[in-house]
């Protein structure tokens, strides 16, 4: 199993562009996470996802957009990009509420 | 709110020191706690899951215990060696009916470790 991956695994934006950070877990869970991790502080959650077609906001999810269409794929958007979304963004998915999370290795963007 | 804080920040030890890395949490409406470790530009990796009815959990050199009615975990290295230098991070898993916190994580800021030969 290759677990929860992310692509790109680096990328830099200008200001006012979009992306999407594609994320991918081969466990069959229901949950999804996407957080953001800035220098010197912890992880915060973007949004959440307990199964295909359920969305819903964490703590940080202005200027962020997510669809789960399918069990496996979660992927976060960016639409108008913004020099204070520069940050390292994980992806993480479990089973269930109450099982442990597992992470992807992360996309570190910058936008300039 | 769930606050998540992790003592000390930054840790320096010499090789083979038995060392204790502390966590403690605001909420104690909890399902579990999680112990991962980042190493530079990596991502993280779970390394400890201790469930709420749980006091601890143990894997290899390491060990966790959790006391939820006030607040606090620890993680314990044994025989601490250079390749267990990285950031280690706590984070709960909140039981709250609120639909933000509802079996999200909230993480410490972790504690960097440093374990020189």
């Known amino acids: 199993n290759a677990g929860v991956t992310q692509t790109p695994k680096f990328r830099i934006l200008k200001i006012g562009q979009s992306m999407t950070l594609q994320c991918t877990q081969d466990?069959?869970?229901?949950?999804m996470y996407w957080y953001r991790q800035d220098p010197g502080m912890g992880l915060k959650l973007i949004y959440y996802?307990?199964?295909?077609?359920?969305?819903d906001k964490g703590e940080v999810p202005n200027g962020y957009n997510v669809s789960r269409s399918t069990t496996e794929d979660f992927p976060l958007r960016l639409e108008l990009a913004a020099p204070s979304q520069t940050s390292v963004y994980f992806c993480?998915?479990?089973?269930?509420?109450?099982?442990?999370?597992?992470f992807g290795p992360g996309t570190r963007l910058t936008v300039l | 709110k769930q606050e998540v804080t992790q003592i000390p920040a930054a840790l320096s030890v010499p090789e083979g020191e038995n060392l204790v890395l502390n966590c403690s949490f605001t909420d104690s409406a909890i399902y579990n706690l999680q112990w991962f470790r980042q190493d530079p530009g990596k991502g993280l990796t779970s390394l400890l899951l201790?469930?709420?009815?749980?006091r601890e959990q143990t894997s290899g050199r390491l060990n966790a215990s959790l006391d939820k009615s006030s607040g606090r975990s620890t993680l314990y290295i044994a025989a601490s060696q250079p390749g267990d230098s990285a950031t280690y991070l706590c984070?709960?898993?909140?039981?709250?009916?609120?639909?933000?916190?509802?079996?999200?994580?909230?993480f410490g800021q972790g504690t960097i470790l440093t374990v020189h030969p």
């Open positions: 996802s307990v199964g295909a077609g359920i969305t």
């Open positions: 993480a998915s479990s089973r269930d509420r109450y099982n442990e999370q597992f």
């Open positions: 201790i469930q709420s009815s749980q």
């Open positions: 984070a709960v898993k909140g039981s709250g009916a609120g639909g933000t916190s509802y079996g999200k994580l909230t």
């Open positions: 466990m069959n869970h229901n949950y």
